[in-house]
């Protein structure tokens, strides 16, 4: 079975650039999850939907950073402009449904480099 | 602000060795998952401890809950290289009729042949 897919593994982009990550879940899951990691701040929730809708979107940083989830098969998450400080993993997660008791199941991320 | 701090940040110890790790909240959890992520990869999840004063076991792994479920801890008998890798805490906290999770940043283990 496929796991979450995300694109592009890695991504090298200049100070000022739009940046667009891919998402697809895995089939049947209701619940989608986009995080950040770094070293200095470790894993940070940005934004996650139930059933296509956001639900929380605390943590997305500012308003340069926008998520849509079209259908239950698609998400992306775009950063414009894009910022040096923006530089980390990009982790996509989706899980059944969501709530404490659900595995969250991670995509192998995206390494993004904003120069 | 909830945190879940982990310790220690860093372990780096022979193979063979037993270790433990642990992840500390002032807050109470509903829940809680160790993940484990490797190199180039997203985390995977290790186990989820729901009662006060739980404790699973996964093989050589260890977890147990605190009696207030404010904290947790993993133990590793002879632990391997396979055992190298990010081990991650999530808490789960109920708030606005919905779960939320946070992490921990982590301990990164190295396990020495």
């Known amino acids: 079975d496929a796991g979450v897919i995300q694109s592009p593994r890695h991504e090298v982009t200049e100070m000022g650039q739009e940046v667009t990550l891919r998402c697809k879940p895995i089939s049947g899951h209701n619940s989608l999850f986009w995080y950040r990691q770094t070293m200095m701040r470790g894993l940070e929730l940005l934004i996650y939907f139930n059933n296509n809708v956001p639900i929380d979107d605390s943590g997305m940083p500012e308003d340069r950073f926008s998520a849509k989830m079209p259908n239950a098969s698609f998400s992306t998450l775009k950063i414009q402009p894009s910022e040096p400080r923006d530089s980390a993993v990009y982790f996509c997660?989706?899980?059944?449904?969501?709530?404490?008791?659900?595995?969250?199941?991670f995509g192998p991320g995206t390494r993004l480099t904003v120069l | 602000t909830q945190l879940l701090e982990q310790s220690p940040q860093f372990l780096s110890i022979q193979e063979g060795e037993n270790l433990t790790v642990y992840c500390n909240s002032s807050?109470?959890?509903?829940?809680l998952q160790w993940y484990r992520q490797e190199p180039g990869e997203g985390p995977v999840l290790l186990v989820t401890?729901?009662?006060?004063?739980e404790v699973k076991k996964l093989k050589r792994l260890t977890f147990q809950f605190g009696d207030a479920r404010k904290d947790s801890s993993l133990h590793i008998t002879a632990a391997q290289p396979g055992d190298t890798g990010l081990y991650l805490c999530?808490?789960?906290?109920?708030?606005?009729?919905?779960?939320?999770?946070?992490f921990g940043k982590g301990t990164r283990l190295h396990i020495l042949p």
């Open positions: 997660a989706s899980s059944l449904r969501q709530g404490s008791y659900n595995e969250q199941f």
């Open positions: 807050s109470v959890f509903s829940s």
């Open positions: 401890v729901v009662t006060g004063g």
């Open positions: 999530a808490g789960a906290i109920w708030k606005n009729r919905d779960d939320k999770i946070i």
